[in-house]
């Protein structure tokens, strides 16, 4: 049974910086791909980032330059670190996990966390 728990949401001013992270237990390897995914009120669940089992990485236009995903594989956790954020950020953010190594940024990914909320103000 794998399990993803995420920490680190919260609500910061626009401009402000954010790091999420996700921890895997469970048998969840250092190379399965590891995806971050949003979803806004009234608005379906959206790609944001994710990391390859070969640690390449892979981001949606509207955060390239701003969000930064990573891996600490001896702690079995993923980071994203979010900055200059905007009001247009607010939303639940979600990690994924994939049992396979290869990205993908559709929702077809194995195992999900509860979600954290993340709030931009103005």
């Known amino acids: 049974q794998v399990q993803l728990v995420e920490t680190g949401g919260g609500l910061v001013q626009a401009g402000g910086s954010l790091r999420l992270s996700c921890a895997a237990s469970?048998?969840?390897?250092?190379?399965?791909?590891m995806g971050w995914f949003r979803q806004a009120p009234g608005k379906e669940r959206e790609f944001v980032a994710a990391?390859?089992?070969?640690?390449?990485?892979y981001y949606a236009d509207s955060v390239k330059g701003r969000f930064t995903i990573s891996r600490d594989n001896d702690k079995n956790t993923a980071y994203l670190q979010m900055n200059s954020l905007k009001p247009e950020d607010t939303a639940v953010y979600y990690c994924?996990?994939?049992?396979?190594?290869?990205?993908?940024?559709?929702?077809?990914?194995?195992?999900w966390g509860q979600g954290t909320q993340v709030t931009v103000s103005s």
């Open positions: 994924a996990g994939r049992r396979s190594s290869v990205v993908v940024t559709t929702l077809a990914y194995d195992y």
């Open positions: 990391v390859a089992g070969s640690y390449n990485t």
């Open positions: 469970g048998r969840f390897f250092t190379t399965n791909a």
